[in-house]
């Protein structure tokens, strides 16, 4: 937390990403970090789940475990997905039910951090909004309802 304290009093815009979902993990051990999520009050968040790619070292551990199926389809996999559970304490509905209320958390704690942002920075916002590729038809009316 002393990092986020240093970064804040500079100014400097923090972005935060949380894995959850980990073997060893526990109810408990999640819902820390998705406090965490809140304590850090980062100006994005991003939540995902533990993916064990080829190679690394979660990859192995769940291998060694048995907790990964015999064919994973990367190519269409998504990190913000719980398509697989790792876990030996939480079941996978509950863990979807989870990764459900983590993703809400998020979409709702960068909404309002952009809505907060906006409302400082009205026409840098709008430029960013424009010129990052995030404007399409009906776009524009979603993004004023946000500032409301």
């Not at 408990?28 to 064990?52: C, F, H």
């Not at 920075?121 to 524009?140: M, V």
Request: proline share 5%.
């Amino acid at each position: 937390m002393k990092a986020v304290s240093i970064i804040k009093h500079e100014k400097v815009q923090l972005g935060a990403n949380f894995i959850i979902g980990f073997p060893w993990e526990t109810k408990d051990d999640i819902n820390a970090t998705l406090s965490l999520v809140k304590e850090v009050d980062a100006d994005t968040v991003g939540i995902y789940m533990a993916t064990p790619f080829p190679g690394t070292e979660i990859y192995q551990i769940c291998k060694d475990e048995g907790l990964l199926p015999e064919k994973i389809d990367y190519s269409s996999f998504f990190l913000m997905r719980p398509d697989f559970c790792l876990s030996h304490n939480i079941p996978k509905e509950e863990m979807i039910e989870i990764m459900k209320r983590g993703q809400e958390m998020m979409g709702a704690h960068n909404r309002s951090k952009f809505r907060q942002f906006a409302l400082k920075h009205p026409f840098y916002a709008f430029q960013k909004f424009i010129k990052g590729g995030y404007y399409r038809p009906g776009s524009l009316k979603a993004l004023l309802r946000q500032m409301r």
